[in-house]
């Protein structure tokens, strides 16, 4: 099993915009103090200076009540529904916003909703699948088909080995492990649903054709050539080597999460994780 994969239970989500990070709770219910900033776009609208802001604001309102606000009060302090007793801190998971990217903290701790469906699902047939795939609606498939073709020019067969992963996926798939292994073991090596970057749409797991493998992947200079040019069109490596005590997980360097080529690129020169991007001081 692949521990890309990640663990339950809904959380009250953050929000914050740009930096420095101005952090707001959506617990489902709109507070007076939510509708100050939306007033004030639209007075900036209305001043005639919305333009240049218009896309990413439209994305931080229709995103974040899309995903957050449909987690029930009662779940947010609930601890997994799978039966641990973690609790998500407010403060602790981050829907960040920048330049029109949707960066949400997706990890052991902040898990997106059951609910949650990126939009505009996009089917893969551009790129040897060894399945259906599919990703987030947009520009991603663009760029991951820019990267592919990168890749073979420079003589590296990849396929998507998975890409988009349904929040009823992730539960099947966890509680598969742990009626074979248990629990403790299944939390090693796979995800409570709900906590894998997959469901976001925006991740693949990338492959050898004709070698789904990921050891094999590893191994093959493959993965050398991904960790240094994902980055180009806006691919961050999730889960890096050196990394594992800030994300949790062991170096995977077959999964890629689009993040656009701005900090994408940012990352890749300061050697940074989008974990320790967003949870920054
Ligand atoms: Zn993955």
Redesign the pocket.
Known sequence: M?A??QPIFEIGALVHSATPPRLLYYNGSMRLKHLFPILGYFFLLGLGVGHRFASPQKIVAKESWGLFATIPPSEATQGSVLGTRDIIQAGECVLAVEGGMILTHVNKSCALPASYVPPGLTRITSIPTTGTEYLRGGDILNYLNQLYGAAKTSGFNLSVV?AYRSYSTQVATFNYWVSQSGYAAALMGSARPGHS??QLGT?V?LGLVGNSDFASFTASPAAGWVAKNAYKFGFTVSYQPGKESITGYIS?P??IRYVGIKLATQLYQQKLTLEEYLTRE
Do not use: L, T
């Open positions: 692949r890309c994969a998975s970057e997959h991740v797991d995977e077959w999964h």
